[in-house]
């Protein structure tokens, strides 16, 4: 049999070792400054989370207990390993982290600007009307490019034809205007909840909300004068 074939070090002069070693015992920054404050250097880190009333290794405080624990005939209480009761010397920390996270925070989430206007001509258009009503269907009898056509419109029973020119004349006002989910600018077809979720998002967004309600107060005023 033939042997190992070996392969002699090679000495790197191209590497920096002082520079190498500086990063090695370089320690690393601590983001958290309640941890950045109370930490002693020269403790262990296992020490100064335990000072604390941290734990390094959670899997070890709240410890799943195997199956072959379960089938032995010791209880599972047994396995646990008993939490030490005695309030750490430096319990103001997790008193300092806990007020840290239910403090609120503030989102800086900004929707796109085709987002904007998609909600922002929902609302100018029809307001809260994400759906549409009864009083707002209408149906068509015959072709719509005859003469005269048919249009029946469901309002207290009462049925009402209109010829061709009439129904491009409603067509184009207010009255066959429908809700946001029939909008021609829904070209996702999403249903009027998706809609709704849509425009809520963009309320809670104040910069941009805000800035849609002070652009049509200024139109308004203008329109009043």
Wanted: aromatic letters at 8%.
């Amino acid at each position: 049999m033939g042997k190992v074939r070996k392969v002699r070090k090679k000495y790197n002069y191209n590497k920096n070792r002082r520079r190498e070693w500086k990063k090695r015992e370089k320690k690393s920054a601590v983001g958290c400054v309640q941890l950045k404050e109370s930490w002693d250097e020269s403790k262990t880190l296992s020490k100064n989370l335990q000072e604390m009333g941290l734990v390094l290794d959670p899997n070890k405080l709240l410890a799943v207990p195997s199956t072959k624990d379960n089938l032995g005939p010791r209880s599972v209480d047994k396995c646990l390993p008993v939490p030490n009761k005695s309030t750490p010397p430096k319990s103001f920390v997790i008193t300092e982290l806990e007020k840290e996270a239910n403090r609120p925070q503030e989102s800086h989430a900004k929707l796109s600007e085709s987002e904007v206007l998609f909600c922002t001509h929902m609302l100018d258009r029809y307001g809260d009307d994400y759906k549409s009503s009864e009083d707002k269907t209408f149906r068509v009898r015959g072709p719509i490019l005859a003469i005269h056509c048919d249009v029946t419109t469901v309002r207290d029973g009462s049925v009402c034809s209109f010829s061709a020119v009439q129904w491009r004349v409603l067509c184009s006002s207010t009255v066959l205007d429908k809700a946001m989910a029939r909008d021609y600018r829904n070209y996702y077809q999403d249903t009027p909840k998706q809609i709704k979720r849509r425009i809520n998002a963009f309320k809670n967004i104040p910069d941009q909300y805000n800035a849609y309600l002070e652009s049509k107060k200024s139109t308004s005023k203008r329109n009043n004068t």
